[in-house]
């Protein structure tokens, strides 16, 4: 059965054939259906429940908030709900003060009438592309063949499965080093990472201020567009599905298209005939940029890290770090041997690769694969660190190089591989160009699901 996508509710309560408390009230009971606790930290049901009653009233009077007013929404753990505690994947913040107010997205989704139904599950401190949780158990992947249990993708772990599962059609991440698309990848979904700035980061539990970006996981690339709309303020996409036949693609020849697994390379390049196919330009470029990126921060280090060790200086230095995630702190850990000058370092390569790169780019889109492999066992992994670093490693690998770079993107699922778990092609964009990015995806998004 296709599932019921955002714009589907908005259409069906636009026209009177859906209820807003019946949808949130149904949201609840398909988690209950579902089963896996692992999912949400916290459900927000009678707020929920209040919000619903609260667009019924709005629909009868003819006066909806917004073209998502009555659709059901969940948040990553990262972003504050006024009165809880922002967990941020984590149990030694549960001594933090409460939030005084909701972060300022969630402020904005609530006067455009949406259901926040609760926080989602993620990696401790939103530090890692795998999504395990020893914390709050970690969420389970829908895909996974029987008797296995797969990674549902990091660090929105849950933005990813509650989407997939069907609990609602929306959720909100947050997107440092691959933490939307990798999530949106593994789990078949479609996930949009913004530019640095296109949402307010008040009330956002920060890993790296300088990465730092928002994005939504839906099943459809009109969710993503839409949701946004709404989140910007307007009542319709500004986006418009582009003509495949006026776009140009590009595919740098280094790094992105290393070391896949040969159902992704496969499917990547059943993806790319098909574009080609629909007229659009495709070529490769040479974009040097990326292998001088991945020399730096095997020399000076991860930005993420240094700014993760600046925020969680006194913590990691304390009895709390007993009580962290072993793979989260020994990622955070690095950051402590890195030098005021190889962060400089780092800062001044941003600036200046950001500028080239998208100068070499243009107007034209990046493709690669979202993510080098599918989603791995997660038995493996949690047994030992080593595996689990490694496999790490190759699965931000992409998307973290777009992070340092400032491009925004898009993953859309383009097939499955092997034990039928899915794949995804990932379109960039330079900082800034999102709504070119979104009628790139937009109009290309059959094609490459093929």
Excluded at 70 to 97: I, Y
Aim: glycine share 8%; hydrophobic share 45%; charged share 20%.
């Amino acid at each position: 059965m296709a599932p019921v996508t955002a714009s589907d509710m908005s259409q069906g309560l636009a026209a009177g054939k859906l209820d807003p408390v019946e949808l949130a009230e149904q949201a609840y009971d398909r988690l209950e259906q579902h089963g896996d606790h692992a999912i949400y930290i916290e459900t927000t049901r009678p707020r929920a429940m209040a919000e619903a009653q609260a667009a019924r009233l709005r629909y009868k009077s003819g006066l909806p908030a917004s073209p998502l007013d009555g659709v059901p929404v969940a948040w990553k753990d990262l972003f504050d709900l006024k009165g809880r505690v922002t967990t941020a994947g984590a149990v030694v913040t549960r001594a933090d003060p409460p939030a005084s107010a909701d972060a300022a997205i969630i402020a904005t989704a609530h006067r455009a009438g949406m259901i926040t139904t609760g926080t989602l599950n993620m990696t401790e401190f939103a530090f890692s592309g795998i999504g395990l949780n020893p914390h709050y158990g970690t969420p389970r992947n829908i895909h996974a063949p029987a008797g296995q249990t797969r990674s549902p993708g990091g660090s929105s772990s849950a933005s990813g499965v509650v989407v997939a599962a069907g609990i609602v059609p929306l959720a909100m991440g947050t997107d440092t080093g691959g933490s939307v698309r990798i999530p949106a990848s593994f789990n078949g979904v479609v996930g949009y990472k913004t530019s640095s700035g296109r949402y307010p980061m008040a009330g956002v539990y920060p890993l790296s201020v300088s990465l730092d970006t928002l994005g939504p996981l839906a099943h459809t690339v009109a969710d993503c567009a839409l949701f946004d709309a709404v989140l910007r303020g307007h009542d319709a996409p500004q986006a418009n599905p582009a003509d495949p036949a006026v776009l140009s693609f590009v595919i740098p020849d280094q790094v992105l298209c290393d070391d896949l697994q040969p159902e992704v390379a496969a499917n990547f390049d059943a993806t790319v005939t098909r574009l080609t196919q629909a007229g659009a330009r495709v070529s490769r470029i040479s974009l040097p940029e990326l292998t001088e990126l991945t020399e730096l921060v095997a020399r000076h280090g991860a930005l993420a890290g240094a700014e993760a060790m600046a925020f969680h200086r006194d913590r990691v230095h304390s009895p709390d770090a007993a009580r962290m995630d072993a793979r989260v702190l020994r990622r955070i850990l690095l950051g402590d041997k890195m030098s005021a000058v190889d962060l400089l370092i780092l800062q001044q390569a941003r600036t200046r690769l950001m500028a080239s790169t998208a100068a070499r780019i243009g107007q034209a889109i990046i493709l690669c694969p979202t993510t080098p492999t599918t989603a791995m066992e997660t038995a493996p992994l949690e047994a030992d660190p080593e595996v689990f670093f490694r496999h790490n490693g190759l699965t931000l690998r992409n998307t973290s190089l777009g992070n340092f770079l400032d491009w925004c993107g898009v993953s859309i699922p383009n097939g499955k591989g092997t034990d039928a778990m899915p794949t995804a092609c990932l379109l960039s964009a330079p900082t800034g160009h999102d709504t070119a990015l979104l009628a790139a995806a937009l109009g290309c998004e059959a094609i490459i699901r093929g």
